[in-house]
């Protein structure tokens, strides 16, 4: 067998594994929906039984549900709280998202998508609004990740939601609070519930200082090394060349890993109000004390002008209140600013305020987040890569560039799979198989028609 014979046996085995991952998720599936409806049957049970006790304590009428669901939990060997949590979801999701359920019992979406469904549409009380959701996310969900559905369902709920998303975040900032969880090994995780905005400022900034950290590590150990070299050569002569001259007891090299420093960062930072380099040498010009976070923001630029109280989007992730979105485009520097139309979605205006290339700046409007399907790493932590291989001749050129993070950047080179570029930023990646997929760019992209308004910020 030559090597294109064995490409072609391989390519089908790989297909024909697809295709039965497939019939065994769709199988999965429809088993899922049939275990909702049976907890949803037993739901129902519980209120029958509900209904036949006169008192009005919720205690008392509780103990019908509460009975049931550890009869049910013992069955399967699962804590009765969660069943009795499992059994107020199926009962929802048959009585909500009817159409949900029937589209898991015929494969067409998989429990995951399921869950994103009820949790973003789970708190919408009105019946015509919640079914105005279903029907939009539904048909989403079903042509994509269960992570791009969340946040999409998560869009959706929001517009739909009689509160505004600032006077939602009004009132969720005031639950922002600290604790701790100890865990084994006399280890424990520190938590923080604050604005979306801070969290991922904070680790922002603690990221680029630790990177700051290995780079000059790094320039040590580079230094060290030179310095043993020259004194290896002017002692060849005189000394055995075998010989390795030891480094000097008092030098110190950075072991830890990006993880690490970022977590002693944060206890130094807490603990003694100033980031430390390591602790022997601060060379670094500006310190880490002078590290700014950046973070990219997507706002309609209707939210900029306080037309409409809709929010922001932070790195294509996580939605931002629109008083700190209209501060951060103001104000804040460091921070990538996008300006939307809240209509179409097509790009308004991209700037930021420390100047980047005009590529760069158009193609993180462009690509939020790494354009293989399914993923979301936001574009900052993303390769820009040439969809056209560069060496073989691609153009550095925006019809010619995509987002992706490390590990789909590398199954690019390195594997069968393939790419290329449509019209419009949409990326057609082929599996080893010959399957196509489609990854169109989010439609939030255009430019600002001009006006004699002054900008507003």
Known sequence: MDDAERDRVEAQRAGALADELRRLHAEEAALHGRKLRLLADAFALAETQQARIPSARTKERDMPLRALAAELGLAVKVNDRT??????????LTTWFAATVTALEEGR??????SAILDG???IDEPAARAEFERAVLEYAETTTPARTRAYARQQADIRNPLTLQERHD???QGRRIWVTDLDDGMSLLNELLPTALAHGILDRTTRQAKLIKRVD???????????DATDAAASGATDSSSETAPDEGMWFDQRTIDQI????VADMLLTGAPVID?????????????RATVQITVPVTTLTGVTSGGAELDGVAPVDPATARRLAGDAPGWDRVMTDPVTGMVLAVDRYQPSAAQQRYLNARDPHCRFPGCRRPARLCDDDHTHDHARGGPTDIRNLACLCRRHHTLKHATDWTVRQLPGG?????????????DHPPRRVGFVPGDETAAPF
Not at 83 to 92: I, V
Not at 109 to 114: E, F, G, L
Not at 279 to 291: H, R
């Open 279 to 291: 602790p022997t040498l601060d060379a670094a010009p500006g310190g880490l004390g002078a590290i």
């Open 426 to 438: 949409t990326l057609e990646w082929t599996s080893p198989a010959g399957r196509p997929y489609l």
């Open 109 to 114: 979406i998989s429990r995951a998508h399921v």
């Open 121 to 123: 549409g789970g708190a």
């Open 83 to 92: 069943m009795q949590s499992h059994m107020w979801d199926a009962h929802r």
């Open 262 to 265: 970022r977590a002693d960062l």
């Open 218 to 228: 790094t320039a040590r150990r580079r230094a060290f090394r030179m310095t043993q």
């Open 171 to 173: 009132l969720a900032v």
